[in-house]
């Protein structure tokens, strides 16, 4: 399996066929193979972000990644899917079930890979190998490997309800396992024999995964299996001499599923598997390869030899293939992988020493010392990982959940952040796609085995890292309203199928993260759940040096400074030691807060003029942030701001715990006024900071000039702030009381309400143009 090393932001479009061309401006254009206009689709070679002048639509290189796979899935003819699965040895439907697609740039066939998560996170194309000439998968340059799985349920990459989980070496083996499960079911005896009724089939307790290579291990890859079986089905390598000395080099298919059963024993003991089983080619010999077969034997070669011709499939014939690999090649892994060295420790517990499992941590003095070690620590930083530990300590709490959307530039730390938080994998769960929180998807005779998101999250916090590729989901106004039924606690939903899905007294806290596009959710009519948290509004030059500094010093330690270079983490990233402290800490913080939430919050008291400043602020945002409806224009209305009273409240109780503090006190009233004004952020409120700083008021083409709105969008947020009692014209001069251009002041009520909030402004001070 092979995979490339991106040297810029382009290597990713051109390696799946994109015909770029550099132009003055530094960027590279093209035909957009989106709308297929010519020459209307742009990308950045530093960022690798790109834009369609046409279409509209933009992204990163993961959104193009899934926009092509979702675009070649919709052009995928059965007669070319028909030929491949004859190729192959495997059913067509098997091959759509794990999402192989044709590509619409190339006519390769495509195989998506998949993180621990369920988000497609890299393309793998089926293209020709110029040396040998033979047909290869090779992974996206940039991307790091991923899983390849079936795409058969709507979330996640196994179904809750697994029993046993079989991982196979490349995607063709893993198609070839999972067919045949469906087609196999274990007699009360325990041998395996052919059925043709799916549900007393094997798959309905099995799953199947596929590394792309034997060489290729990410330890989250191991949380998956918590608690099942796992079947490691790795290739017949034979050993090989080292090109220098001439010593034998262990088979990649054994050093590979030695090194995967390493990993997952490194963690924690509630995080493996119940049972671990591994394919011994040599079988009773105890040998790891058997010279009687080639090297590079697989599952796929086991299974076919036993039934399998151009148009049919004897799975009789498999069944006993599959009964023989079990009984003569399948079983414990040796012993010897976990015994000690000559220092005492066993390879897992030096492996455990780099998994980022989390740190004892009571307090957040400690934790904010240990990430200014790890980070460029800002105060937007601060405040931000204040706000999310807020949003997770609260998930037990009665009244309004806490949501928040996480908003600030590529690079500012957002995503670390997320990443230390899902170090606790018992309070928080992430979640980098979402296609829905039920699914309809049957696997027994009544439905009753529900595979959807929403038991997985119950009494947890989502943390949705890369939260800009909601906006592309094509059901994402049904995602939004099933959140925000889950929200009020319940959800329903129902199925073609029959199948009905009612979830009652759900509670789960969501941290959403993402660049300032997000904001899009608010007009949608949907969105108006979440608190915003802004980590940064822009990076100043020396900012980002420092930060750009600090990277260099993480790769290069020793040649900067003097110093050895940090510890690698166990998923090859380079990662400070310093940033996998900082990160473990905040597992274990975030443990302590959840076990301790009652007490923490309960000892903290509320005054009455935080009290007041709370509903204050809350009135403020629920003028802010209203907007004219998209869908009708016959009922004017801004939200009640009781549901964000009950939020910000939330937040203030919950931040005052995490920092420790016993009362409302300045600090966190400060912390909790700055996310109320993020959340105010947009057109109404630089509409109004620009009006409270007139006395007189403002005409229209002066508010046209600072806001780039066009006059016709103008005129329209103006008379709904009218409506909603924010804004009013003034059509007479103020000093002649002569009739002149009609101009635009704040009312009584929101300048009182405005001077509260934001602090008194100076009037009569001058908007220059």
Known sequence: MASGNAKDGLACYTFHGMDLEPQQSGEHMGDCPLCLKEGKWSVNPNTGLWQCFSCLEQGNHYLFLR??????????????????????????????????VRSTLTNEALVPGYNAEGALCNLYRYALERKSGRLRLYATPGCNHQLHAPLVFNDGLLRPKTRIVYLAEGPWDGMAVWETLGH??????????ATASAKNSMRRFCDVLAVPGAGVWNPTWGTLLAGKGAVFLYDNDHPRKHPQNGTLITGTGWAGTKKAVQSVLSLPPEGQPEEIQVLCWGGGTGEYHDDGLPSGYDVRDALLSGGSTDDSHDWEARARQLDSLHKTRIGPYPADWVSADKGGKTLVQKLKEEVLLPLPCERWE?????????????????????????????????EDQLWLKVMGPPSCGKSTLCEALSTARGHVFPKSNIRGFHSGYKTDKDGAED???????????????????????????????????????????????????????????WILCGTPSLRALDTSELGERFIDIRVVDTIDEETERKIQHKKLESLFGESLSGHKPPTQHADGGMHGGALAHAMRLTGGYVNYLRENAQRLIGAVQVSRQAATQLIDLAQF????????????????????????????????????????????DDEVMRRVKQAGM????????????????????????????????????LHTLLQFLRKIGAVQPQTRNVTSGLKSRPRWMLTPRLVDLFDRVVGKAAPNQKVER
Not at 70 to 96: F, K
Not at 184 to 193: F, H, L, V
Not at 491 to 508: C, K, P, V
Request: proline residues 1%; charged residues 25%; neutral net charge.
């Open 451 to 509: 595979h959807g998101l929403i038991g997985q999250i119950n009494g947890k916090t989502m943390v949705t890292k890369d939260g800009d590729t909601l906006l592309s989901t094509i059901n994402l106004s049904s995602i939004l309203s099933q959140a925000r039924d889950l929200y009020d606690g319940s959800s329903r939903a129902h199925y073609l199928n029959g199948i009905d899905r009612n979830a009652e007294n759900i509670r789960f806290t």
């Open 184 to 193: 196999c079911m274990r007699r009360t005896d325990g041998s395996i024999q």
């Open 67 to 100: 926009r092509l796979w979702e675009l070649s899935d919709t052009v995928t003819n059965d007669d070319w899917l028909a030929a491949l699965a004859e190729d192959r040895g495997l059913l067509p439907q098997t091959l759509r079930a794990w999402g192989v």
């Open 678 to 713: 993020d959340t105010s952020q947009g057109r109404t409120l630089q509409i109004v900071q620009l009006l409270r700083k007139s006395a007189t008021g403002l005409e229209d083409k002066t508010l046209l000039h600072f806001t780039d709105l066009k006059i016709d969008k």
């Open 366 to 398: 400690d934790l904010e010392a240990a990430w200014e070690e790890a980070l460029e620590w800002s105060g937007g930083l601060s405040r931000t990982l204040s706000a999310m530990l807020a949003c997770v300590t609260s998930t037990g709490m009665p």
């Open 621 to 664: 945002v629920s003028f802010m942030r209203a907007r004219p409806s998209i869908r009708q224009d016959e009922v004017v209305e801004r939200e009640l701001s009781a549901r964000l009273t009950g939020q910000l409240g939330q937040l203030a109780r919950a931040t005052a715990a995490v920092l420790g503090r016993k009362s409302l």
